[in-house]
């Protein structure tokens, strides 16, 4: 069974700063996925992350796969205000009936400080 | 092209009422999966939907849960008897073929039994 573990659960850093978000997962997966939530609102796709070595970049947010160690980041750099959100990663299990079926992680919900 | 709608977004029920959410998926997309999201928590799989066929189940509550997908109309995700726990968010999530494709997501339906 497909596991996601995103650490940490809670972030609270100073505009400006760079910080990191950690995504591991259990088994392999074909694809890992970065969303956006606001609170009270649907989930914001931000990033899918399809092979090993994978790298993509959006403004301040930067997501990395590494398909070996079944690990993937979320880079932020130069935090603002407006990146506070809660973030989660998912991965899609393998398998044939498991069709675009995510399992997510727990969430970090990130406060970004003045 | 709409993206997947859900209705409604909002739902009050009291202890014992049934509780049925639609959800429409994106033109083009015969997949449908539900997701549960309690406070404070991440989304949690719970059922995967083709038109007329229950693909992967293994995510709803034994008793009481139920969802369908028929040839015309939208997906309804079905709580009998609803308790006190109940209480959540619900997404719905389309994609147009079964695997290897991104799933998009509705703005969801927020449930709150009284």
């Known amino acids: 069974e497909l596991k996601v573990e995103q650490n940490p659960l809670f972030l609270s850093m100073q505009e400006g700063k760079n910080y990191t978000i950690y995504c591991n997962y259990s088994?392999?997966?074909?694809?890992l996925y970065w969303y956006r939530q606001d609170p009270g609102k649907s989930l914001e796709s931000l990033f899918v992350?399809?092979?090993?070595?994978a790298v993509k970049q959006e403004g301040r947010l930067m997501a990395s796969l590494d398909t070996k160690a079944r690990l993937s980041t979320l880079h932020i750099t130069a935090a603002v205000h407006d990146l506070s959100a809660t973030y989660f990663c998912?991965?899609?299990?393998?398998?044939?009936?498991?069709?675009?079926?995510?399992?997510f992680g727990e969430g970090t919900q990130l406060t970004v400080n003045p | 092209n709409a993206g997947v709608m859900q209705n409604p977004r909002h739902l009050v029920r009291r202890r014992g009422q049934e509780a049925r959410l639609r959800c429409s998926p994106m033109k083009g997309h015969s997949h449908v999966y539900w997701y549960r999201q309690l406070p404070e928590e991440g989304l949690k799989f719970m059922v995967y939907?083709?038109?007329?066929?229950?693909?992967?189940e293994s995510g709803m509550p034994k008793e009481r849960f139920s969802a369908e997908f028929p040839k015309e109309g939208p997906s309804i995700l079905r709580i009998q008897q609803v308790v006190r726990g109940d209480s959540a968010a619900y997404f719905c999530?389309?994609?147009?073929?079964?695997?290897?494709?991104?799933?998009?997501f509705g703005q969801g339906t927020r449930l709150t039994v009284v």
């Open positions: 999530a389309s994609s147009p073929v079964g695997g290897g494709t991104e799933a998009f």
């Open positions: 992350l399809l092979s090993n070595g």
């Open positions: 939907l083709q038109k007329e066929n229950i693909i992967d």
């Open positions: 998912a991965a899609s299990p393998l398998g044939e009936t498991s069709g675009s079926r995510l399992t």
């Open positions: 088994t392999t997966s074909d694809r």
